[in-house]
């Protein structure tokens, strides 16, 4: 298993390395001069050169590649271009509100999801299977801002039950909080449901299928114990890899939810400093997406593993 581990934890640095190629190349690629946008308009030659040496911007790109990835190895994200602020303390504060958020998403919709999931397997061809799935079809064909448009529509202009604004604030209390990000929060657990719940059903379908299920219910066995203590057991590999997929999207993919609520996280973050053309400030958002998300997706895919005996000894089951 420590082997099993160790290479997934390459692979994850090697994805790593290159995500930071991609994000450094694209910013690079980006329109306009980060000079000019900073001075404006009123701008002179001298003052862009002067400016652009300052910001280490008169470098050769692939040099100020490798100074950049050496300080993100330490942990330094740069300075912002806008405020000379450093980018860390910045950003932290902003995925902390993130990850709050994300893990009040998840405490609804993931114990939701396979709920309904489990429900939907042991109601195979039920009236509540059909309306289920044709409801996760719809929650999860439609955009996130479309809905979050439709909840703030709904829920705050027609009926005013909750605010239409995620406006958070230092020393906020936790009942206020909850009712300030309730909206953005049925937004990502109506998208996760849709999607955990379907996985569900279709692992515990698959393994309902298998031959020691039928001899279980030969043997008499309650429908509730077969379900809960043989299928779900032996379908939580493909279960915990949807859950961690849909956590990391809970936490890198509120760039459009954020923005539609006006929610002071990492995504609105990345979002402004995109509009700023604040270079280091892009670029230590989307490293820290990315690093999240392929950490998340290295804890899935361990746990997958740990949980199969087939992946944790192959050699010893084929011999």
């Known amino acids: 298993m420590t082997r099993v581990v160790l290479v997934r934890l390459g692979w994850g640095l090697l994805t790593l390395w ?9 910013t690079e690629i980006l329109p306009g001069d980060v000079a000019a946008a900073i001075l404006g308009q009123n701008a002179t030659p001298e003052s862009l050169a002067a400016l652009r040496e300052t910001l280490g911007l008169d470098v050769p790109a692939v040099q100020r590649y490798f100074g950049w990835l050496a300080n993100f190895v ?11 602020q450093p980018v860390a303390e910045l950003l932290w504060p902003r995925f902390w509100n993130t990850m709050a958020l994300a893990a009040y998403a998840a405490a609804v919709s993931l114990p939701l999801a396979v709920t309904l999931g489990i429900l939907s397997a042991v109601w195979r061809g039920s009236v509540f299977d059909r309306a289920a799935n044709v409801v996760a079809l719809a929650t999860v064909s439609l955009p996130e801002y479309f809905l979050g448009l439709l909840l703030i529509l709904l829920l705050s202009v027609h009926t005013g039950l909750l605010p239409s604004l995620a406006d958070t604030y230092d020393g906020m209390g936790f009942l206020a909080w909850l009712k300030a990000t309730t909206l953005p929060m049925i937004v990502l657990t109506l998208v996760t449901v849709a999607q955990v719940m379907r ?10 299928d298998q031959p020691y299920i039928e001899m279980n219910y030969l043997k008499g066995l ?8 043989h299928a779900v057991p032996n379908a939580a590999a493909p279960i915990i890899n949807v859950i961690a997929f849909n956590i990391a999207y809970l936490i890198t993919g509120v760039v459009l939810v954020e923005a539609v609520f006006n929610y002071n996280g990492l995504g609105r973050f990345m979002v ?5 053309r604040d270079l280091p400030m892009v670029q230590g958002a989307a490293m820290v997406f990315a690093a999240t998300y392929i950490l998340l997706n290295m804890m899935a895919d361990i746990g997958a593993i740990a949980l199969n005996p087939r992946l ?8």
């Open 74 to 84: 330490r942990g330094d994200l740069g300075q912002s271009l806008t405020n000379r």
């Open 312 to 319: 944790r000894h192959p050699r010893t089951l084929e011999s």
């Open 199 to 208: 996985m569900t059903r279709t692992a515990v379908l698959g393994v309902m």
């Open 18 to 26: 290159f995500v930071s190629v991609l994000v450094f190349a694209g």
């Open 272 to 276: 402004d400093a995109v509009s700023k």
């Open 222 to 229: 309650p429908n509730s114990r077969v379900v809960l203590r």
